[in-house]
Every structure is written in structure tokens, then in C-alpha cells.
């Protein structure tokens, strides 16, 4: 079954890395931008067109990160979420369960018994802890820590470096900012914002 990116921005390349190392080529990427071909010179992937252009006999995963924009995508993408994407680096336990179109990055780790939806991101080095479910289109990003038993809503984005600590609910499309820590519910559509920057 042929395997296309939906996205051919910056988080598409990372996936784009991720279908390789695990051992599938792509045959495109499809985005409604003009986007620089160069991105993907050298990988053998081809720039095929727009959503619309994907063959409905194909799978595919989102090549963007942002939660909200991959929800406004979905319904347009002519086939069905690709098998999940597991980086060979990363720690999945036989228990996890891992929705249709699921990325693990490199040296992620997902604990036992966790549940992962449709369309979970989880970035490079992230970690999922046991019981964990995180609902569709959650985006981890890189370095975050998600507690055990920890309940993460629908689309909600975990922002780099951020900590959830054990038992915590985090509502739907929630916003958590880089470097928070959680340590108690956080109500739909609310932001919890990290250590302020300079």
C-alpha cells in the first residue's frame, strides 16, 4: 500500500525521515502550499500535488505538527490513516496500543498499557507513562513527560520539555505551554503556560 505525507513543511521532512528509517519510502507528499522541493532532494520522494491529488486506494500520515490544522485537514484526505509510524530507536511496550496514523519519534518511549488515538504525535524523546490515553490528534513534542494514568483530550498539544504529572486531566484542544509542569486538571481549550522567557 502506498504511503503519502500530507504536509511538506518541516514537520513533513521529519516524517519523511521516519517513514525511511522505518524501511517504507513514501510515494509523495501532498500539500496545498508551494512548498521548497529542495526539503526532500536526495530522498526519493516525490511532490505530487495537493490533498485532493492522493490516490484513494492510498494510506497516509500527517506531516504537520499542529493539532488544530491536521483536524481542519482530515476530513479532505481522499483514504484512510496509514498503519502507526515506529522509529526503531524508540521503546514501545507490547501492551501500548497505537492508533492508525501514529507517530513515535526517535527515542521516544511509550509505557504499558497506555492508549493512543488516531493521529498522536509523539516527538523525539518524549515519554508516555503507563495507563496513559491519549485521545486523537494529541501532538507531544519533543522532550515532554506525560505522567501514568494521565488523560490527554482530544487535539490538545504538550508543549517541549513540558512535565504531566501522574493521575492529571487535561482537557480537549488544551494548550500546554513549553516547560510547564501540571500538576492538577486543566479545564477544555485552556492554556497553561511554561516559565516565561527573556
Given at each position: 500500500m502506498e504511503l503519502y505525507i500530507i504536509g511538506g513543511g518541516g514537520h513533513g521532512s521529519e516524517v519523511a525521515d521516519l517513514a525511511l528509517r522505518c524501511g517504507i519510502t513514501p510515494a509523495g507528499i501532498a500539500d496545498d502550499r508551494s512548498v521548497r522541493s529542495t526539503r526532500f532532494d536526495g530522498r526519493g520522494i516525490p511532490l505530487t500535488g495537493t490533498i485532493v491529488d492522493v490516490p484513494p486506494d492510498a494510506r497516509f500520515t500527517f506531516g504537520v505538527g499542529m493539532s488544530d490544522v491536521r483536524q481542519k485537514l482530515a476530513p479532505r484526505v481522499p483514504c484512510a490513516p496509514a498503519a502507526p509510524l515506529?522509529?526503531?530507536?524508540?521503546?514501545?511496550?507490547?501492551?501500548?496500543?497505537?492508533?492508525l496514523g501514529t507517530q513515535v519519534f526517535w527515542h521516544a518511549s511509550v509505557s504499558p498499557l497506555s492508549v493512543l488515538g488516531q493521529h498522536v504525535l509523539v516527538g523525539h524523546g518524549a515519554a508516555i507513562g503507563h495507563d496513559a490515553v491519549l485521545e486523537d490528534m494529541v501532538?507531544?513534542?519533543?522532550?515532554?513527560?506525560?505522567?501514568?494514568?494521565?488523560?490527554?483530550?482530544?487535539?490538545?498539544?504538550?508543549?517541549?520539555?513540558?512535565?504531566?504529572?501522574?493521575?492529571?486531566?487535561?482537557?480537549?484542544?488544551?494548550?500546554?505551554?513549553?516547560?510547564?509542569?501540571?500538576?492538577?486538571?486543566v479545564d477544555p481549550?485552556?492554556?497553561?503556560?511554561?516559565?516565561?522567557q527573556r
Open positions: 515506529v522509529d526503531p530507536s524508540a521503546v514501545v511496550s507490547s501492551t501500548a496500543v497505537l492508533g501532538c507531544v513534542l519533543p522532550g515532554a513527560r506525560i505522567g501514568g494514568d494521565v488523560v490527554v483530550g482530544e487535539g490538545t498539544t504538550v508543549g517541549m520539555g513540558a512535565l504531566i504529572l501522574r493521575g492529571v486531566r487535561i482537557g480537549a484542544h488544551a494548550h500546554i505551554g513549553a516547560g510547564a509542569v501540571v500538576t492538577r486538571p481549550g485552556s492554556s497553561v503556560v511554561g516559565p516565561l
